[in-house]
């Protein structure tokens, strides 16, 4: 017992080295991506709808590319969890392109896409090729790789703390989250830290509005926002196995025809029904929900429908932010009929759909409170409680998984 006592600070300076350097990687890679996306988002909206009929060449460019160089990454950031909980093989490297490349090319062309996916699976891919080169252990390659994929999405949210509670949220095993708590934070803190310096945080956009007073009126608001987000999560895990068992069965062999089809319909109903506000990572409309100026169920359903069809045909894209907007736009939707300030709903909406779809109701909280100031933490941690609970078992990530299995 003392021998172990006098070797936890060796432990925890060594920790706390691996995994700044892990933080320091993810924020560069994630700088990188978010400032490219931000470009690809200003050529998209500056070429009207003339990108938007390329989509059909970018999804094909992305299925060639997993095809040929990396078939064995192609479930993205599922893979990574999988890797995260089973402790299974590693991870190829070769994520790190296809984590730059997938949602730019889909960001260029319109196509619905997230920045945090990305990020999250540059965290992870980075990490585990870390813990290769220096021959870790397995448990410690689960702790780094726990330690990437959290940095990887603080550093795409702008919220350090909400990362490290995901990264160990990600993790079921009590006993590699408890060694993991340190490592997440460092990571997530340091990969922050370069994100900020190198400017590419995300836009932070206080609440202006009073958030409801605590009373048994509150309390129902709270349960039924609950139970209205995590019933639109577990909606949209439906429909994208729905449509994917469907486009794989209208496919048949020819794989490269699920992209193909669900991008034509994509750009049918951007450009011929008017959705526009449903391409690229509708930074616009989720900026505007969050002011309280804009959203609703005209910018949830049909982010809702281009974010389900991309899915289910293949692009690879990430559903991140897709749902971070169409939770805004529910949140504003809702705030009509129950009389609460629009932003305030906005902001919840568009932390706790995410929460309840990856079921990570606690970082999903977490992301509120940093995202939009401490005083919303209590109210955002019952509602997303409740969505957990409403959104079923399965998540974006995989089937929730019960603890130590």
Not at 286 to 302: D, N, S
Request: proline content about 6%.
């Amino acid at each position: 017992m003392p021998d172990r006592i006098l070797a936890l600070p060796a432990r925890i300076a060594r920790w706390s080295l691996l995994s700044a350097l892990i933080g320091a990687l993810a924020g560069l890679a994630a700088a990188g991506l978010l400032l490219s996306l931000r470009w690809a988002t200003a050529q998209f909206e500056a070429s009207g709808v003339a990108l938007l009929f390329l989509m059909p060449v970018a999804t094909q460019i992305v299925f060639w590319l997993y095809a040929r160089f990396a078939p064995s990454v192609a479930r993205g950031t599922p893979l990574l969890v999988e890797r995260l909980v089973d402790n299974r093989g590693p991870v190829s490297a070769r994520l790190i392109p296809m984590a730059f490349v997938t949602p730019l090319l889909g960001v260029l062309t319109g196509a619905p896409a997230a920045s945090i996916t990305g990020t999250i699976q540059l965290g992870g891919a980075l990490a585990d090729s870390v813990s290769r080169l220096l021959r870790l252990s397995p448990e410690d390659r689960r702790i780094l790789l726990m330690a990437g994929l959290g940095a990887g999405f603080g550093a795409g949210a702008g919220a350090p703390l909400a990362g490290a509670v995901f990264g160990l949220e990600l993790q079921r095993h009590d006993d590699i989250r408890g060694r993991g708590t340190v490592p997440c934070l460092v990571a997530a803190l340091a990969a922050n830290a370069v994100v900020e310096a190198l400017g590419a945080s995300p836009l932070r956009i206080p609440l202006t509005s009073a958030l409801p007073s605590l009373s048994a009126a509150s309390l129902a608001l709270l349960i039924g926002l609950g139970v209205l987000f995590g019933l639109w999560a577990r909606l949209f895990l439906i429909a994208t196995q729905a449509l994917r068992r469907a486009s794989e069965r209208l496919v048949g062999p020819r794989a490269w025809l699920q992209p193909a089809l669900a991008s034509v319909l994509i750009v049918g109903l951007i450009a011929l029904a008017g959705w526009r506000e449903a391409a690229g990572l509708s930074t616009t409309s989720l900026a505007e929900a969050l002011h309280g100026a804009g959203g609703g169920l005209q910018v949830a359903i049909p982010k809702f429908v281009v974010t389900a069809l991309a899915v289910s045909g293949g692009f690879r894209m990430g559903e991140v932010t897709p749902l971070f907007v169409m939770g805004s736009g529910l949140g504003v939707a809702a705030g009509g009929s129950l009389g609460v300030a629009p932003d305030v709903l906005a902001a919840l909406g568009m932390t706790t759909v995410f929460g309840a779809a990856a079921n990570v109701p606690l970082a999903a909280a977490i992301l509120a409170g940093e995202r939009f100031g401490p005083a919303v933490l209590p109210m955002a941690l019952g509602v997303a409680l409740v969505a957990d609970l409403v959104s079923g078992p399965r998540g974006i990530y995989g089937w929730r998984r019960r603890e130590g299995a």
